[in-house]
């Protein structure tokens, strides 16, 4: 009777996986989140917002790029604050190993 309920949670975890990965978060976090609430795991995982195509700045202290919204540089350590408009971008796309190389 309740093997029903586990097929059913266990495929819409999968689900939320995926869509959760696609977006760029942990697939093991997003099959646990979309197993344990069926529907609203899978509403929020499609619903979250996109990591790689968050903007990016340039760290003052160490030049690494980090995201917008990273205050303290993770690899010096330094207090980011509101950056040039000059300075911020969006990170450069991935290239896929599908995809042909431009010429």
């Known amino acids: ?14 689900l939320t996986g995926f ?10 976090l997003w099959l646990a989140i979309g197993t344990v609430l069926p529907g609203f795991g899978l509403v929020a995982a499609f619903l979250q917002r996109d990591e790689a195509a968050e903007p990016e ?3 003052t202290g160490c030049g690494k790029r980090v995201k917008l ?20 971008g969006l990170p450069e796309p991935k290239r896929s190993r599908f995809m042909p190389e431009e010429e």
């Open 1 to 14: 009777m309740g093997y029903e309920w586990i097929i059913i949670a266990l495929f819409f975890g999968i």
């Open 19 to 28: 869509a959760g990965r696609a977006k760029g978060g942990s697939f093991l």
């Open 57 to 59: 700045r340039t760290c």
């Open 69 to 88: 919204y990273v205050q303290i540089c993770p690899r010096c350590g330094e207090e980011l604050y509101l950056p040039d408009i000059d300075d911020v």
